[in-house]
């Protein structure tokens, strides 16, 4: 007959022996990286740009699946459906975060049906106006407003992007009575600002940086924490003091598994994607796209995917954004 302790190391073993065996059998098949955006965009290039390396380090083939779909609802629901054996990966963002907080309701539940692996980039936002704008500083656009309630107008891609939700804090954090012009896409919100239709815009860097080093639109302040290798002489919104000492907001894309993976699988995953992100040539590669590469730990990823989620929420009820 077993004692007692006897029996508590049995239970305990049976409940470890499994998660060991999975993780020293890990990876046993190529793994899947679903992508929530089409081919050929920035989610997409990050992914396959990370996915080859954690292929070599692996010994395994990552398929880049690309599943685009409004809010990320269906790459969200094919990984939280897979078995959760780390070969199903998932390309969470921002996005996800917004969506978390935007929607009604979803097919998962963002923070508990995924585990968190790593952070793989971050990219900075920017506020834009054209060329021959008036406003020279990020200090003389938000006086103006201050000045002139209701008049400034700022453009932002569609209504409950990470962009436009990012306008409405800034309007909120920054005090001023603004109008926030939501677009069907950044192309058009480019054109109405450089034809004088719009005062300013809110977009991501990377699909305006051709614009800016083409003179025909001009940085105000980055969005970030602190100025970007992209633009080092644009100041970060902050270094304007007032109520922006400290804003910040940037868009972000990371690494999850279903929730139920092994922590050895999840370590395991988390180490080779912060290896692949310290090399030269990935930094590079994701610099080419504007992004600037940074991993973290799981917990790290979790923290900031919990901190978005409660920020947007309530940036979406302070702007009487109905919920989808």
Same mark, same amino acid.
């Given at each position: 007959?077993?004692?007692?302790?006897?029996?508590?190391?049995?239970?305990?073993?049976?409940?470890?022996?499994?998660?060991?065996?999975?993780?020293?059998? @890990?990876?046993?098949? /190529?793994?899947?990286?679903?992508?929530?955006?089409?081919?050929?965009?920035?989610?997409?290039?990050?992914?396959?740009?990370?996915?080859?390396?954690? #292929?070599?380090?692996?010994?395994?083939?990552?398929?880049?699946?690309?599943?685009?779909?409004?809010?990320? !609802?269906?790459?969200?629901? #094919?990984?939280? %459906?897979?078995?959760?054996?780390?070969?199903?990966?998932?390309?969470?963002?921002?996005? +996800? =975060?917004?969506?978390?907080?935007?929607?009604? +309701?979803?097919? @998962? &539940?963002?923070?508990?049906?995924?585990?968190?692996?790593?952070?793989?980039?971050?990219?900075?936002?920017?506020?834009?106006?054209?060329?021959?704008?008036?406003?020279?500083?990020?200090?003389?656009?938000?006086?103006y407003a201050?000045?002139? /309630?209701?008049?400034?107008? !700022?453009?932002?891609?569609?209504?409950g992007t990470?962009?436009?939700?990012?306008?409405?804090?800034?309007?909120?954090?920054?005090? !001023?009575?603004?109008? *926030?012009? /939501?677009?069907?896409?950044?192309?058009?919100?480019?054109? #109405?600002?450089?034809?004088?239709?719009?005062? #300013?815009?809110?977009? *991501?860097?990377?699909?305006?940086? +051709?614009?800016?080093?083409?003179?025909?639109?001009? /940085?105000?302040?980055?969005?970030? =924490?602190?100025?970007?290798?992209?633009?080092?002489?644009?100041?970060?919104?902050?270094?304007?003091?007032? +109520?922006?000492?400290?804003?910040?907001?940037?868009?972000?894309?990371?690494?999850?598994?279903?929730?139920?993976?092994?922590?050895?699988?999840?370590? %395991?995953?988390?180490?080779?994607?912060?290896?692949a992100l310290?090399?030269?040539?990935?930094?590079?590669?994701?610099?080419?796209?504007?992004?600037?590469?940074?991993?973290?730990?799981?917990?790290?990823?979790?923290?900031?995917? &919990?901190?978005? !989620?409660?920020?947007?929420?309530?940036?979406?009820?302070? =702007?009487? *954004?109905?919920?989808?």
């Open positions: 007959m077993w004692t007692k302790r006897e029996f508590l190391a049995a239970g305990a073993a049976s409940v470890l022996l499994p998660q060991l065996a999975a993780a020293q059998s @890990f990876p046993s098949k /190529p793994l899947k990286l679903v992508v929530p955006n089409a081919a050929g965009g920035a989610a997409d290039l990050t992914a396959r740009t990370v996915g080859q390396k954690l #292929a070599d380090a692996l010994g395994q083939p990552v398929v880049i699946d690309n599943r685009p779909s409004a809010g990320g !609802i269906v790459a969200g629901e #094919a990984v939280a %459906r897979s078995p959760a054996d780390g070969h199903t990966l998932l390309l969470v963002s921002s996005g +996800s =975060a917004v969506s978390a907080a935007l929607f009604k +309701s979803l097919p @998962f &539940d963002t923070q508990k049906d995924f585990a968190p692996v790593s952070m793989l980039a971050t990219f900075d936002l920017g506020i834009v106006v054209a060329q021959d704008s008036r406003f020279k500083t990020l200090g003389e656009l938000v006086a201050k000045a002139n /309630p209701g008049k400034l107008n !700022i453009g932002t891609p569609q209504i990470t962009q436009n939700l990012a306008a409405e804090l800034f309007k909120s954090t920054a005090g !001023i009575d603004a109008q *926030i012009v /939501p677009f069907n896409g950044t192309p058009p919100v480019i054109t #109405a600002v450089r034809g004088g239709q719009l005062d #300013a815009m809110l977009d *991501i860097l990377g699909p305006l940086m +051709s614009q800016i080093s083409a003179k025909a639109l001009r /940085p105000l302040a980055v969005l970030g =924490a602190k100025r970007t290798a992209l633009l080092p002489d644009t100041p970060a919104a902050r270094e304007t003091g007032g +109520s922006l000492a400290n804003f910040e907001v940037a868009s972000w894309n990371g690494l999850a598994v279903p929730a139920a993976t092994p922590k050895d699988v999840v370590a %395991r995953l988390s180490k080779e994607t912060n290896a310290a090399l030269p040539d990935v930094k590079q590669k994701l610099l080419d796209l504007s992004l600037i590469a940074q991993g973290s730990t799981p917990e790290q990823l979790a923290s900031q995917l &919990d901190r978005e !989620i409660k920020r947007w929420s309530e940036v979406i009820a302070r =702007a009487n *954004i109905p919920k989808q």
